[in-house]
């Protein structure tokens, strides 16, 4: 590898680990103002969302820059690939964050709602799986990713439990219809980020291995 090269792969490395924590945070931050009730954090989270997109659009084109410039091969490839893909799953991860913020700020405007138990668990266990997404990427550990690709299954099971929970509450509560509408459709964005926090583990899997594994987990 050239010392070009490596100054660009190591750059790019920045770039996407800073991108990650950005997306972390908003998501953290858009769960809280859910559960604070708290419009002015929520904002915080929508505004927050041009600056990752610019950044998005920063890594791209350093992705593209080193695929013209160094013909990167083998693992330098790999990551290169990865990056871009990465890169475009942070960047979905925080239009989710930004949807939840969204509904947040409308739920704060409304009379005050319980919020399950159920919503909670998932947006604890999205977390922990982004956690550690991140740690097997900068690990580079294979055994991780494949454990974080196994936690999607819990965040399935909750996302469908929380869909009967809504219904039952919209037939005791007819009045909290719109209300729960907002929390299912929290919940979907959970379930949705953790569906793209399983797709950066199994692009770890690829750079290391090389191995295109998307699809392979479904029915272990």
Do not use: W
């Not at 091969?73 to 871009?84: E, G, K, M, P, T």
């Amino acid at each position: 590898m050239s010392l070009h090269l490596q100054r660009e792969i190591a750059n790019l490395k920045k770039q996407l680990l800073t991108m990650s924590a950005m997306v972390q945070e908003i998501i953290i931050r858009a769960v809280r103002a859910l559960n604070e009730r708290d419009t002015r954090l929520a904002d915080r989270v929508i505004q927050s969302d041009n600056e990752i997109d610019r950044l998005e659009l920063d890594i791209e084109e350093d992705c593209l820059k080193i695929l013209a410039l160094y013909n990167p091969v083998a693992q330098d490839l790999r990551f290169v690939v990865a990056v871009l893909k990465i890169n475009n799953d942070l960047e979905r991860m925080a239009d989710q964050a930004v949807n939840i913020a969204e509904r947040a700020k409308t739920l704060a405007t409304r009379e005050k709602i319980e919020i399950p138990s159920d919503l909670t668990k998932l947006a604890d266990i999205s977390l922990q799986m982004l956690k550690d997404a991140l740690q097997a990427l900068i690990k580079l550990d294979t055994d991780l990713a494949a454990a974080v690709i196994k936690m999607d299954d819990q965040a399935d099971d909750i996302h469908r439990q929380m869909y009967q929970l809504v219904q039952q509450k919209m037939r005791e509560n007819p009045e909290q219809i719109e209300c729960q509408i907002n929390i299912i459709s929290i919940s979907r964005n959970l379930e949705r980020i953790a569906d793209q926090i399983t797709n950066i583990a199994e692009d770890v899997i690829y750079l290391v291995k090389g191995d295109i594994i998307r699809h392979s987990y479904q029915n272990d």
